[in-house]
Nanobody, 114 residues
Protein backbone atom coordinates (compact mmCIF):
# COMPACT_ATOMS: atom_id res chain seq x y z
CA UNK A 1 0.00 0.00 0.00
CA UNK A 2 1.54 3.28 -1.13
CA UNK A 3 1.33 6.30 1.16
CA UNK A 4 2.16 9.94 0.48
CA UNK A 5 3.01 12.10 3.48
CA UNK A 6 3.41 15.86 3.17
CA UNK A 7 5.29 18.11 5.57
CA UNK A 8 6.71 21.63 5.76
CA UNK A 9 3.58 23.72 5.98
CA UNK A 10 3.12 26.51 8.49
CA UNK A 11 2.56 30.20 9.04
CA UNK A 12 4.72 32.60 7.07
CA UNK A 13 4.63 36.34 6.44
CA UNK A 14 3.98 37.71 2.96
CA UNK A 15 7.19 37.67 0.95
CA UNK A 16 8.54 34.73 2.91
CA UNK A 17 9.46 31.21 1.83
CA UNK A 18 8.57 27.64 2.70
CA UNK A 19 9.65 24.27 1.36
CA UNK A 20 7.14 21.46 1.29
CA UNK A 21 8.15 17.80 1.11
CA UNK A 22 6.19 14.73 0.10
CA UNK A 23 7.65 11.35 0.98
CA UNK A 24 6.35 8.23 -0.71
CA UNK A 25 6.42 5.02 1.29
CA UNK A 26 4.87 1.59 1.35
CA UNK A 27 5.44 -2.13 1.23
CA UNK A 28 6.89 -3.87 -1.77
CA UNK A 29 8.57 -2.35 -4.76
CA UNK A 30 7.65 1.26 -5.47
CA UNK A 31 8.64 2.49 -8.88
CA UNK A 32 8.76 6.13 -7.81
CA UNK A 33 11.07 7.32 -10.56
CA UNK A 34 8.68 6.17 -13.29
CA UNK A 35 5.75 8.14 -11.93
CA UNK A 36 4.68 11.71 -12.50
CA UNK A 37 4.18 13.66 -9.28
CA UNK A 38 2.26 16.84 -8.56
CA UNK A 39 1.30 19.39 -5.95
CA UNK A 40 -2.24 20.70 -5.69
CA UNK A 41 -3.78 23.20 -3.31
CA UNK A 42 -7.23 23.93 -1.99
CA UNK A 43 -8.17 27.22 -0.38
CA UNK A 44 -11.21 27.43 1.93
CA UNK A 45 -14.42 27.28 -0.07
CA UNK A 46 -12.61 26.71 -3.35
CA UNK A 47 -11.85 23.75 -5.60
CA UNK A 48 -8.58 21.85 -5.54
CA UNK A 49 -6.25 23.22 -8.21
CA UNK A 50 -3.01 22.04 -9.75
CA UNK A 51 0.03 24.01 -8.58
CA UNK A 52 2.95 22.19 -10.18
CA UNK A 53 3.89 18.90 -11.83
CA UNK A 54 7.17 17.09 -12.28
CA UNK A 55 7.12 14.32 -14.84
CA UNK A 56 9.14 11.14 -14.63
CA UNK A 57 11.71 12.54 -17.06
CA UNK A 58 12.13 15.69 -15.01
CA UNK A 59 10.09 18.13 -17.09
CA UNK A 60 8.07 20.52 -14.95
CA UNK A 61 4.84 22.42 -15.38
CA UNK A 62 3.38 25.25 -13.26
CA UNK A 63 0.14 27.08 -12.78
CA UNK A 64 0.38 30.64 -14.05
CA UNK A 65 -0.27 32.00 -10.57
CA UNK A 66 2.94 30.48 -9.18
CA UNK A 67 5.32 30.65 -12.14
CA UNK A 68 8.58 32.31 -11.21
CA UNK A 69 7.90 31.91 -7.49
CA UNK A 70 7.52 28.17 -6.91
CA UNK A 71 9.87 25.36 -7.91
CA UNK A 72 8.98 21.68 -7.94
CA UNK A 73 11.71 19.06 -7.81
CA UNK A 74 12.16 15.40 -7.04
CA UNK A 75 14.75 13.12 -5.48
CA UNK A 76 14.13 9.64 -6.80
CA UNK A 77 16.62 8.03 -4.41
CA UNK A 78 14.67 9.43 -1.46
CA UNK A 79 11.25 8.93 -3.12
CA UNK A 80 10.52 12.54 -2.28
CA UNK A 81 9.05 15.47 -4.19
CA UNK A 82 9.57 19.04 -3.04
CA UNK A 83 7.85 22.36 -3.56
CA UNK A 84 10.00 25.40 -2.88
CA UNK A 85 7.73 28.40 -2.44
CA UNK A 86 9.22 31.89 -2.52
CA UNK A 87 7.70 35.38 -2.42
CA UNK A 88 4.59 33.97 -0.82
CA UNK A 89 1.36 35.95 -0.99
CA UNK A 90 -1.78 35.80 1.18
CA UNK A 91 -3.62 34.25 -1.75
CA UNK A 92 -1.24 31.26 -1.57
CA UNK A 93 -2.93 30.28 1.70
CA UNK A 94 -4.34 26.79 1.25
CA UNK A 95 -3.96 23.15 2.13
CA UNK A 96 -1.30 21.73 -0.17
CA UNK A 97 -1.67 18.15 -1.35
CA UNK A 98 0.80 15.80 -2.99
CA UNK A 99 -0.47 13.49 -5.70
CA UNK A 100 1.13 10.55 -7.46
CA UNK A 101 0.69 6.90 -8.32
CA UNK A 102 -3.09 7.41 -8.14
CA UNK A 103 -2.78 8.41 -4.50
CA UNK A 104 -3.25 11.62 -2.54
CA UNK A 105 -1.56 12.71 0.64
CA UNK A 106 -3.57 14.17 3.51
CA UNK A 107 -2.24 17.66 2.95
CA UNK A 108 -0.25 20.28 4.79
CA UNK A 109 -1.60 23.73 5.65
CA UNK A 110 0.19 26.84 4.42
CA UNK A 111 -0.94 30.16 5.86
CA UNK A 112 0.49 33.41 4.53
CA UNK A 113 -0.38 36.28 6.83
CA UNK A 114 1.17 39.18 8.66
Amino acid sequence: QVQLVESGGGLVQPGGSLRLSCVVSGSGFINFSANDMAWYRQAPGKQRDLVAQVFSGGITNYAETVKGRFTISRDNAKRTVYLQMNRLKPEDTAVYYCKGMNKWGKGTLVTVSS
